[in-house]
């Protein structure tokens, strides 16, 4: 996991093919006009999901994890908390599904870390994490960032 600002974004454009492309898109002016939904930046290979929701308690979710995509999340605005443990040694609560690049997982998360309005934390494959967490609204937005070629 990695978590940073947006300001600092140019020191991970070059992490994989595909960050600078969704660094870009996350630095578009006016991005918190966009309506919920899915955004297409290149692609299945690199795409956004932006999202306006209620936080949940820490208990009301799950841990989550993605073999196929890393997770770009960044908060617009509210204030969100989010859990991460790593996947090794995590028991499957709701197999893998390839399909949706999903796999849900038993277990609590080692840390829980808040993420305020202009950062941005980044999940890999080895990561679980729990998004979301807070008592208010919460406006993000998930870019996908496909680790091979789709």
Same mark, same amino acid.
């Given at each position: 996991?990695?978590?940073?600002?947006?300001?600092?974004?140019?020191?991970?454009?070059?992490?994989?093919?595909?960050?600078?492309?969704?660094?870009?898109?996350?630095?578009?002016?006016?991005?918190?006009?966009?309506?919920?939904?899915?955004?297409?930046?290149?692609? %299945?290979?690199? #795409?956004? =999901?932006?999202?306006?929701?209620?936080?949940?308690?820490? $208990?009301?979710?799950? /841990? *989550?994890?993605?073999?196929?995509?890393? %997770?770009?999340? #960044?908060? =617009?605005?509210?204030?969100?908390?989010?859990?991460?443990? $790593?996947?090794?040694? /995590? *028991?499957?609560?709701?197999?893998?599904?390839?399909?949706?690049?999903?796999?849900?997982?038993?277990?609590?998360?080692?840390?829980?870390?808040?993420?305020?309005?202009?950062?941005?934390?980044?999940?890999?494959?080895?990561?679980?994490?729990?998004?979301?967490?807070?008592?208010?609204?919460?406006?993000?937005?998930?870019?996908?960032?496909?680790?091979?070629?789709?």
């Amino acid at each position: 996991m990695i978590l940073d600002t947006l300001k600092n974004a140019a020191h991970y454009a070059g992490f994989r093919a595909g960050c600078s492309e969704a660094f870009g898109f996350l630095d578009q002016p006016g991005i918190e006009t966009l309506a919920d939904g899915k955004y297409e930046i290149n692609g %299945d290979r690199v #795409y956004a =999901i932006v999202s306006r929701t209620q936080g949940r308690a820490v $208990t009301d979710g799950q /841990l *989550e994890g993605h073999r196929k995509y890393i %997770d770009i999340q #960044y908060v =617009i605005s509210g204030e969100e908390s989010m859990g991460w443990g $790593t996947v090794e040694g /995590l *028991e499957s609560a709701v197999a893998y599904d390839e399909e949706k690049d999903l796999e849900f997982f038993k277990g609590e998360p080692e840390s829980i870390v808040r993420v305020p309005p202009g950062a941005f934390a980044i999940f890999l494959p080895t990561d679980a994490h729990l998004p979301l967490i807070g008592s208010g609204p919460i406006h993000k937005v998930v870019v996908k960032v496909a680790l091979n070629d789709q």
